[in-house]
């Protein structure tokens, strides 16, 4: 009996070089699979478990310094709030487990100058003047989870915690009750923070990329005492390094004020090294 393959390339009806045909989508198709991934990872690895390449940098207004030490190791920092506000992270990769990329990031921040520095009266007083801050320091820890999904999207999944160590316990009433800055600062005062989230990364051309966003933080304390985010973004992709991402920002909370809906436009700028 005659193979199917043979039949069908004996066929009438179909081109006589149709087995050219099958062999360039057979050699081509995975290379196209791989070049997605590819340009995917390298362009928008922030969020993910995956690393900045060793040697490499980049950074954003708001996103973080990142500067890759080894396959292994990732420095990063917000460097534009490094003078007001001192910080500093690194993200480890624990390599590949089952059909995850895993990795963990550790970060350590001192906020009290920062604190201090906004507590007065007038345009850009966020804090009361009545009110000062002794030594803080803020450590967090969290680890990731990234899985590939079909050719072009990415999925991750995150955990973890951040907890202050004080000299004395700030005062409750001197907080600076904005959506996306008290979530990250509740534990300052009290409690520690519990945040999980999930996130979505796609390809929707060589240059163009999305990515949806879901965070909850929760702080273990009787009141204001949980927060969610969810974040849409389009990142456009140039030559070079240079990368412009906008889109939205939608929260929720409970404020000392009470409960509070709020949308949000959001824009960045990366750049860094050349092309990775």
């Not at 890759?68 to 910080?87: A, Q, T, V, W, Y």
């Not at 000062?132 to 050719?151: Q, W």
């Not at 240059?207 to 949980?226: A, G, H, V, Y």
């Not at 939205?248 to 436009?265: A, D, E, I, M, R």
């Amino acid at each position: 009996m005659k193979s199917i393959c043979s039949k069908i390339l004996k066929h009438k009806k179909l081109p006589k070089n149709l087995w050219i045909y099958l062999a360039f989508a057979f050699f081509t198709i995975p290379d196209l699979t791989f070049s997605q991934e590819s340009i995917l990872f390298k362009s928008w690895g922030y969020n993910t478990a995956y690393l900045i390449d060793k040697g490499k940098w980049e950074t954003g207004i708001f996103q973080p310094f990142r500067l890759g030490l080894n396959d292994k190791l990732e420095l990063r920092s917000n460097i534009f709030i490094m003078p007001l506000l001192p910080n500093a992270g690194v993200k480890i990769s624990h390599g590949q487990i089952g059909e995850f990329q895993v990795a963990s990031e550790h970060s350590v921040s001192y906020p009290t100058l920062f604190l201090n520095l906004v507590s007065f009266k007038g345009t850009g007083g966020l804090i009361s003047p009545q009110y000062d801050f002794d030594f803080i320091l803020s450590l967090a820890n969290s680890i990731i989870i990234s899985k590939p999904v079909g050719t072009s999207s990415l999925f991750s999944a995150d955990a973890g915690f951040a907890f202050s160590i004080r000299k004395t316990k700030p005062d409750y009433n001197a907080t600076i009750d904005l959506p996306l800055i008290y979530p990250r600062m509740a534990n300052y005062y009290e409690g520690v923070s519990i945040k999980t989230g999930v996130t979505f990364k796609g390809t929707l051309s060589k240059s163009l990329f999305f990515e949806e966003n879901l965070k909850l933080f929760l702080i273990t304390r009787d009141s204001e005492n949980i927060f969610i985010e969810n974040f849409g973004t389009i990142m456009w992709k140039t030559k070079g390094s240079f990368r412009l991402k906008g889109g939205y920002v939608l929260s929720w909370g409970k404020y000392p004020f009470g409960n509070h809906t709020q949308l949000w436009p959001v824009i960045d700028i990366i750049f860094g090294s050349k092309e990775r």
